[in-house]
Structure formats: C-alpha cells, structure tokens
DNA sequence: AATGCGGGGTG
DNA sequence: CACCCAGCATT
C-alpha cells in the first residue's frame, strides 16, 4: 500500500482547488453556527473573540465574549480599564495572560498605531498575545488578508484530507500542513475560508469518531479512503499527569471571611482565593493549621469538612479539600493581614476568583441558603459570584 | 524543541 | 480516567 512520503509536498491542480473550495464553502453557508463575534467584521471584537478562543471551546467562550463586550465595548474602554476589573471579567476563563496581553496591545494599538490594528503579519507578531494564528485570523477575517489561519482544528482537516503522518507539532510536517493550507485559501474573503476550515474541523471532522458521512470533503479525504482517519494527526508525547493534594480554609469570622491575592506567583498571579497550599504529608488538616500559623500569623481550629473540589490544572490533577475555621482566642491585636481581605459572601463576585474558589463560594452559598431554611433547589445559581454560564 | 499556562467538554 | 480545545511566551 502506498502514502504520501512524510517529505513530499502536497501539489494541488487548479480544478480540484475550485471543487473543495466550493464544497467546503457552500456546506459552510448552510451548516456555520451563530455566533455572536461573527456579527461584525471590526478588528475589536474579532480580537478579543480570537484570543479567548486560544486554546478554549466556542460552547466555553460564548458567554464571556458577551459580557466583556458589554465591559469593554471599545478599544479605548480595554485600554483604560482597571486590571482587576478586566482579570475579574475572565476569571474562570483560564490562561489569564491572555487577558493581560490583550490589554497591553490595545494600548500599543491605541498609543502607538492611533487606534489601528497593524496590517501586515509581521507587524501584528509584535503585540503581546498575538502569534501567528491569531494574526492570521484577525487579518483574514477583519482586512481579507490571505492568510491561513492554522489552528489545532485545520491541521486535524488538513492532515486527514491529505493523509499526512508523523507529528504536526514538529516543524516539516507543521510545514508541510501550511503549504497544503495556502493553495486551499481563495482571495476572496479568505476569512471566511478559515472559519469554514475550523468550523468543519469542529463540528464534523472531530478528534474521535468524526462524521464523515456528513462531510463536504469526505470523497475527496485520502485518510478516509485508506480507513485511518481515527489514527491522524499523530500525536506527540504527552507530559505525565501528576497529582496534587492541596488544602484551603474558609476562615469563618464574625460573619465574613478571608481570601487572599496570589501575589509572586507565575501560577495564577492576582487571582483570589482561600488560603491554604499543597501539601506532601497525610496529615492534611494538620498541615494546613501549621500553615495558616506560619504564613498569615493566624491561630485556628478547623470544624466541618466542607466540599472536596477536585479539578485539574494544566498536568496536574488537583484534589482540594476544603475545611471551614474559627479563629482561636485570644484573637491578634489586628486582623490585617497584607494581600488578603474580610469579605462577605454577597462580595466575593467583585473579585477575580481562581476556579476553585468559586466553586467553595458555591457551596457555601447553598450552606448559607440551607441553614435560612431554603433547601437546595438543584444546582440553582446564586449570588454574584455564580459560575458564567450560558 | 520542550515546557508552563486553566478550565471545561467529551467519549 | 484520557484527550482535546480558533495558542502563546519563555527557555
């Protein structure tokens, strides 16, 4: 049985570049979703809509999009908005320098370029966040550059249309993809073809049992003829999950609580949480009071487990259990304590909480709710800081 | 070229 | 569980 060599390059003749633009185009008229960044060509909204689509779902971005536009519905309002207002506005988003990039090229944009977005590729690849996707997507989509934009959905197309093994990570093949990818791209509102190339890649050619039956490309897809569809892109080796056991406290006094702001930490940074850490020895609740007691000066006793919050943070698999705390007489002259506050519940969605702190918000809602004499009413949401959902 | 960076959706 | 997601910055 014969392949494609891993080195040969993909030639394409004019005629059969007419036929899979034309499908893939026409199934894209009848098939694209709605979606609301689509509603506008202006640079601004493509952006911001880009880079939260930056290794995150539509389905996950949709909501977040509609309410920072509301936030920020211009450049200049991005450019001059607080920090902890714009982190709080894409807390639980994840990857949260993305949003302080965004903000650092508006301001270039604003200041350096009058307010226009660069031009050319290689002028975009200077602001913070912008790499050689998301150049090419806001100038295809935005300014009908022919540029292919190259997400994690086309080389899946790409690589199965033209049956293209070895790992696309690495750069021949990442190459090879591109080259394939340009002689696909008409001049014509190029920006479109790159929304149908990741569209298809998202809907019907998917990582596992893609729909092939549904697809425009499916007579012309050399990885289904050859039935290996499933196996392509090959994928690379994998970092190893580890797991983390950590603790937090939900420090209960006089009504309020303490959460305090990751400072000094690549991990996270400005984001709010409970206090607590990751700790080795099995003696968790031991720990975490020996923490608390090093760390912030503060002498507790823990009571009530009160949730275990398992989620998962890049490689690692996280299992947080969360212990409510009463501060031990005698209490300390002050209860200042430096990057950290008392708040009430109904104030914990004024700031940008990590994912898991929010989720303890949560719990502690529905507790608050519980003991009022309201039961539980399924996962009702409540309060303000309520996860962003559709 | 390899690693770190969040969090959630999905089979 | 593992894998993936409209990637980028840093080393």
């Known amino acids: ?13 004019p005629a059969e570049i007419r036929r899979l633009q034309t499908r893939l ?40 999009f509609l309410r920072f536009m509301k936030a920020f519905p211009t450049l200049e309002d991005l450019a001059g908005a607080d920090p902890q207002d714009l982190l709080r506005n894409w807390a639980g988003l994840g990857y949260y320098s993305r949003a302080r990039n965004l903000q650092k090229a508006a301001r270039i944009v604003l200041r350096e ?8 590729h290689r002028e975009a690849l200077r602001l913070p966040g912008v790499g ?53 791209l008409p001049a014509h509102r190029p920006g479109d073809f790159n929304q149908a190339l990741m569209e298809l890649g998202a809907t019907v050619c998917l990582p596992r049992n893609p729909r092939c039956l549904l697809c425009p490309w499916s007579s012309h897809c050399e990885a289904l003829k050859a039935g290996v569809q499933e196996r392509l892109p090959e994928k690379g080796k994998r970092p190893d999950t580890h797991l983390s056991r950590q603790a937090a406290a939900v420090i209960r006094h006089r009504g309020r609580f303490l959460i305090r702001r990751r400072s000094d930490s690549r991990l996270l940074q400005d984001m709010w949480e409970f206090p607590g850490g990751e700790f080795s020895r ?8 020996k ?30 259990t969360v212990y409510e705390a009463r501060l ?24 940008p909480l990590t994912a898991a702190a929010s989720r303890i918000v949560q719990a502690l809602t529905a507790e608050h709710l519980h003991r009022r ?9 409540v309060g303000l800081a309520a996860p962003l959902k559709p």
């Open 1 to 13: 049985m014969s392949k494609p060599a891993a080195t040969e390059a993909v030639h394409l003749p």
């Open 25 to 64: 185009l026409a199934w894209y008229r009848q098939h694209h979703r709605q979606l609301p960044w689509r509603e506008s060509r202006d640079f601004y909204p493509v952006w911001v809509s880009e880079v939260m689509l930056q290794q995150t779902q539509v389905q996950t971005v949709v909501p977040y």
């Open 113 to 120: 370029q009058g307010g226009e977005f660069p031009r050319s």
């Open 132 to 184: 050689p996707y998301t150049a090419a997507a806001i100038l295809s989509i935005a300014f009908d550059q022919p540029l292919l934009a190259l997400d994690g959905n086309v080389v899946r197309v790409l690589s199965r249309l033209f049956r293209l093994e070895g790992d696309p990570a690495r750069s021949p093949v990442q190459e090879m993809l591109a080259a394939a990818g340009r002689q696909l």
């Open 282 to 289: 099995s003696d968790l609740a031991g720990s975490l009071v």
């Open 291 to 320: 923490y608390l007691e090093s760390e912030l000066r503060l002498n507790v006793r823990l009571r009530d487990r009160l949730t275990v919050v398992k989620h998962a943070v890049t490689n690692r698999r996280i299992t947080l």
């Open 328 to 351: 031990n007489p005698p209490l300390p002259p002050t209860l200042s304590i430096p990057g950290a506050r008392w708040i009430w519940l109904s104030q914990a969605g004024r700031y």
């Open 373 to 381: 004499g309201r039961p539980e009413s399924g996962r009702r949401q």
